[in-house]
Every structure is written in structure tokens, then in C-alpha cells.
């Protein structure tokens, strides 16, 4: 099974920018689709954007043109560029991969992002 692991998040002035990585253990060409999820506490854990296999990607309507997924399928990497960030992004932040074999779904362990006013 493919392990995620995403890189550390952090705690950045509201306005300010991070990127968030998930490093795959395995080729993420198995993956037919990769994703960022978020989870605010006593939230549900939401989608936040998505990127196919192909390169079509997708995003909630709260981050729509501040943030962008990307992958390097070379590095077995996806990242989230997260730009003009707000308090109300503060959330843990996880990858999620979705094969069409089994194991369909696979996480990454989550970061802390935290946004300050």
C-alpha cells in the first residue's frame, strides 16, 4: 500500500502564503485521483481541491483562486499552494489518494495549518 506523507504545516499571518506537500512512498500513478482535504475542529473533514490523473483539477468555492494542487508524478508529490490564506482556513490539512484497486484510499497522517488575524 502507497503511504502519504505530507509535509509540515505551520502558522502564518493571515494575507501570507504556504505550501503543503504529500510525498508518496510508492508511484502515484495508481492514483486516478488525488486530493487535499481539511478539517477544522469540531468540523467535518472537507474537500478542499482535487487533481486527476489526467491534470484536471477542482476546488471548493472557499479557496477558488487562492489556492492550487499540482502534482509532480516524477517526485510522486502533490502539493497545495495556498495563497491570501484567512483565519477561517486554519484546519488540518490531509492528502487523500483514490485508486480503483484495493486499497481505494489512502491518507496522509494530516499537518496543522494554522492562520493568524
Known amino acids: 500500500q502507497v503511504q502519504l506523507v505530507e509535509s509540515e504545516g505551520g502558522l502564518v499571518q493571515a494575507g501570507g502564503s504556504l505550501r503543503l506537500s504529500c510525498a508518496a512512498s510508492?508511484?502515484?500513478?495508481?492514483?486516478?485521483?488525488m486530493d487535499w482535504y481539511r478539517q477544522a475542529p469540531g468540523k467535518q473533514r472537507d474537500l478542499v481541491a482535487t487533481?486527476?490523473?489526467?491534470?484536471?483539477?477542482d476546488y471548493a468555492d472557499s479557496v477558488k483562486g487562492r489556492f492550487t494542487i499540482s502534482r509532480d508524478n516524477a517526485k510522486n508529490t502533490v502539493y497545495l499552494q495556498m495563497n491570501s490564506l484567512k483565519p477561517e482556513d486554519t484546519a488540518v490539512y490531509y492528502c487523500?489518494?483514490?485508486?480503483?484497486?484495493?486499497?481505494?484510499?489512502?491518507w496522509g497522517q494530516g499537518t496543522q495549518v494554522t492562520v493568524s488575524s
Open positions: 487533481i486527476t490523473s489526467g491534470g484536471s483539477t
Open positions: 487523500h489518494g483514490y485508486r480503483v484497486q484495493q486499497p481505494r484510499h489512502s
Open positions: 510508492g508511484s502515484i500513478d495508481s492514483f486516478i485521483r
